[in-house]
């Protein structure tokens, strides 16, 4: 499964291509299921730009991405930075629970170093709201492996934060020898320069990956800012997208290469 992360927490003045409205989202929403990505993570914006978990943004972006995209899965975020009192998420939670069907997310990431991770699970789980784990460091994999997954736990992330691209693979597998075995789905990604040689490491082991705005700006080789999602998940898919990143790589020699990367089967996860 190959998942699309469109803008993250990025700021809203960062790169123009980013989409933060509830309108881009669904457009670049649409543009990646055409190729057969199932699954979105979002950071919904308010008005202002500002990263939120109202229920009114919430319900807008959602209903603004199924309305585009109606088989997407469509994941959000619940980290602390958005809102620190774990208690106050809990309840944020609890009114998601009152949305409309379409307008509610169908699964939310929860870090599993943030205070009061578990019972921000516990309040997912209690408005039939998937859970994703985020995982950032051995430490974080460990604590996991004791505690078990929580219930409604629909994948475990592998989120590689070492932006060294000729380190970051290494630290993708020390987390995943620290995760072991676990009995859910493992998707694997990195960030900025780590992004693609984690992705590439996360297709040759047949793990779910994921790649957009939010895990980095630029094409495969970082030599150039990518003009939208769709691009990324283009070179991700292993598509040919005007020969740019082969050519560049081969001092102007040959296509990208075919991955025989996943054509992308619908989500499983319609909650």
Request: aromatic fraction near 4%; include cysteine.
């Amino acid at each position: 499964m190959l998942q699309c992360c469109p803008n993250g927490a990025r700021p809203a003045d960062v790169y123009p291509a980013v989409p933060m409205s509830p309108r881009h989202l669904a457009r670049d929403a649409r543009a990646v299921a055409a190729l057969g990505v199932t699954s979105l993570h979002v950071h919904p914006r308010d008005r202002d730009g500002q990263e939120s978990l109202d229920p009114r943004v919430i319900g807008t972006v959602v209903d603004a991405i199924r309305t585009d995209a109606p088989e997407m899965e469509i994941g959000v975020t619940t980290a602390r930075w958005v809102e620190p009192d774990p208690l106050k998420r809990t309840e944020i939670i609890g009114q998601w629970g009152r949305l409309p069907r379409h307008a509610r997310p169908d699964v939310a990431s929860v870090n599993v170093h943030e205070r009061g991770w578990q019972r921000v699970c516990a309040a997912l789980d209690a408005v039939d709201i998937g859970v994703e784990l985020g995982v950032w460091t051995t430490g974080d994999a460990v604590q996991l492996k004791q505690a078990g997954l929580p219930r409604g736990t629909v994948r475990v992330l592998a989120e590689v934060t070492v932006t060294d691209p000729d380190t970051a693979v290494a630290e993708a597998v020390r987390i995943l020898k620290a995760l072991g075995p676990v009995p859910a789905p493992i998707l694997l990604h990195g960030e900025e320069a780590g992004a693609w040689p984690v992705l590439e490491y996360a297709k040759r082991n047949n793990l779910d990956t994921r790649i957009g705005f939010e895990d980095t700006l630029k094409g495969p080789d970082g030599t150039w800012l990518a003009t939208g999602n769709e691009e990324l998940v283009r070179y991700a898919l292993g598509h040919d997208v005007g020969g740019r990143y082969e050519r560049r790589r081969n001092g102007g020699r040959g296509g990208l290469r075919s991955s025989g990367f996943w054509s992308g089967s619908r989500a499983d996860h319609r909650r």
